[in-house]
């Protein structure tokens, strides 16, 4: 890592910059974001498919994207007690 990044505990393969991404959660300071892995993934493409693509990745880091977009959206909806469900 350098100028300024900072990886997430867990997360050695996701890293935020200001100055990359405006901030986004990165692939080790790359400007690929974990969005754009995700959307990827999302759309049908492979690993193997993505590394094709953009060859600076590896097959962990995908691995990783899905790990921290799975960890970044998991939600706790708190329904007051007497309200309908």
Do not use: H
């Not at 790990?67 to 939600?75: P, Q, S």
């Amino acid at each position: 890592m350098n100028g300024g990044e900072m990886a997430m505990f867990g997360f050695d393969r996701i890293t935020f910059a200001p100055n990359v991404l405006g901030g986004k959660a990165c692939i080790r300071g790359m400007r690929i974001s974990v969005s754009l892995i995700v959307n990827l993934v999302a759309n049908g493409m492979t690993v193997e498919e993505i590394v094709d693509e953009y060859p600076d990745l590896e097959p962990e880091d995908i691995q990783q994207a899905i790990r921290y977009a799975a960890w970044a959206t998991e939600e706790v909806v708190y329904i007051p007690m007497g309200a309908p469900a």
